[in-house]
RNA sequence: GUCCCUGUCGUCUAGAGGCCCAGGACGCUGGCCUUUCAAGCCGGUAACACGGGUUCGAAUCCCGUCAGGGACACCA
């Protein structure tokens, strides 16, 4: 291969975009951009019974939210368009026309029951189902509806392939079979579009999940019969749920793409969380997307399956939330501060939240959570806590840090001064006195140092809920 | 059932004949730090599916067994 790659990503538009999904696109993606190719988005929309309009928005969405842009599809006309498999019915039509007149496939006027019958009778029979062909050379029936098939070679034989991750794989003729290319209406089926649109559109490198290994024979004996060279294929393992089953929107919510957003998931992340499922570079574990792109080969893409893992990406999504600059960070936490009822929050505020609460939280939802203690007025108190701090030597030393605290400047370095100074003057450790103080306004014992607590939650309130805390009826 | 792919710690993986009585990461776990919680740092736990070959030498190559996954539609 001379000139630059073409790859492209081919959903079908019958739903949202999936996680598998996204890791093709990813990958393909990775591998353009690392050798200066193009990548390309083409939607397989021909199951008009399932593709919406809907879901076509849906994948759109899910490639902006991770940031994959196509260098061409919809939108991004690069002189290879329409890129919508339903607008190019007419080229579909045309190459089976000549594979036709070649003798090459033929049209078939089995009906759907027909076939059917004969496919039970061969299980009843404990073998397996072929094509038997009986309509191959029928040619007095042009206006019939009709369906048109591929015709396999006759005879022993066999297609191989040099999978670029695989290796080479070989199949058989004789476990091949007519396979379906185009229906009475003119709508083609997946082996016999993605071929024509492939070629059409110059893609020299197909990157697939591994569930497409088969499809590739079928896709090869096309490119021989239509005399056109092949790409080169990639085949990725596949991703699996937790049950060890292929990721399936039916049974799993993490396979959609946009329910991590949902959950607080950055989608750097995400990206990285799914490249190295199936992808590695050494040791190295935290890999932005520049470096992915500098890095990625389909030479260090893994064979075998991958099983899904929830903490890893939690880990992640918390090396992230360190990792991105604060302002970005800030951003993304807006929604997330609107959901629980805090909206328009400044940014140099949220700037603040992410700062103190970034290290403890592990999504964008704990981090609002986190930051609602400090921005919601009043407390929840918790009885535990309460009964362990907010006892009378508790109160007592609480009542001193209050009168010193309320002359002070509300800055952090020296409402803590004001907690050391307590506690030095009544002799006993920082934590006699920060644990009460930290019960009182925040209502548990875990919180951010005191005196960024203390600042976040503000003068006024944190006065506030001292005082409320000291009403409290002893226990 | 037929065909295809795969098989290193619980999980993601490094490993392309000697560097490996197998390295990293997540998780779990012990400790340090510390006003709490985190974060961070130091340590621990745990794997080459099994059986045959080939070779001076195999996690790495070959064969078989077993196991897992995928594909077998007028879905993609």
């Known amino acids: 291969m001379t000139s630059t790659p073409r790859l492209r990503f081919a959903p079908s538009p019958t739903g949202y975009l999936h996680i598998g999904g996204a890791r093709t696109a990813l990958f393909n993606y990775l591998y353009a951009k690392r050798h200066g190719g193009t990548f390309v988005l083409r939607m397989e929309d021909t199951d008009r019974e399932r593709s919406t309009p809907e879901s076509v928005e849906a994948i759109y969405a899910g490639m902006r939210w991770l940031g994959l842009q196509w260098d061409e599809g919809p939108g991004v006309d690069g002189g290879f368009g329409p890129y919508f498999q339903t607008e190019r019915l007419h080229l579909y039509r045309e190459h089976a026309e000549r594979l036709i007149s070649e003798g090459k496939a033929y049209r078939c006027y089995c009906t759907r029951e027909e076939i059917e019958a004969r496919r039970r009778i061969a299980e009843s029979e404990k073998r397996q189902y072929r094509y038997e062909g009986t309509c191959r050379d029928r040619t007095d029936a042009p206006d019939l509806p009709s369906i048109i098939r591929f ?30 290319m185009l229906r009475a209406d003119g709508i083609p089926l997946y082996n016999f579009g993605c071929v024509i649109d492939d070629h059409s559109m110059g893609i020299t490198v197909v990157g697939r999940g591994q569930e497409h ?25 596949l991703i699996l749920g937790t049950d060890r089953e292929k990721l399936s929107k039916r049974r799993h919510p993490e396979a959609d793409v946009m329910v991590h957003q949902q959950n607080g998931i950055l989608p750097e992340a995400l990206l990285n969380f799914v490249v190295r499922l199936g992808w590695s570079h050494g040791n190295d574990e935290v890999i932005p997307l520049e470096q992915m792109i500098e890095w990625f080969d389909f030479a260090q893409v893994g064979t ?145 140092g005191i005196g960024e607590t203390l600042e976040l939650i503000g003068r006024e309130e944190a006065l506030a809920r001292i005082d409320a805390a000291l009403a409290l009826p002893q226990a």
């Open 151 to 180: 015709r396999m070679p006759e005879g022993e034989g066999s297609v191989t392939f040099d999978d670029r991750v695989l290796g080479p794989i070989t199949k058989l003729y004789s476990d091949l079979d007519d396979w379906v």
């Open 304 to 448: 075998a399956n991958a099983v899904w893992n929830p903490e890893k990406l939690l880990w992640l999504n918390a090396q992230y939330l360190k990792l991105l600059p604060r302002a970005v960070v800030a951003e993304r936490l807006e929604p997330f501060l609107a959901r629980i009822g805090l909206p328009g929050l400044p940014l140099a505020r949220r700037e603040r939240l992410v700062e103190v609460l970034a290290e403890r939280s592990q999504t964008l939802v704990e981090l609002a959570e986190k930051a609602a203690v400090f921005l919601k007025p009043g407390v929840t108190f918790d009885p535990k806590a309460v009964t362990k701090h907010l006892h009378p030597d508790g109160r007592a030393l609480l009542s001193q840090v209050r009168a010193l605290l309320a002359g002070l400047e509300w800055d952090p370095a020296a409402l803590e001064g004001a907690v050391k100074t307590v506690s030095e003057q009544a002799q006993v450790g920082m934590g006699k006195v920060a644990q009460p103080l930290r019960v009182a306004i925040t209502g548990s014992t875990s919180s951010p």
């Open 213 to 237: 290994v088969n499809s590739t024979f079928p896709q090869l004996m096309l490119y021989r019969a239509l005399g056109w060279e092949p790409p080169a294929f990639a085949h990725f393992p």
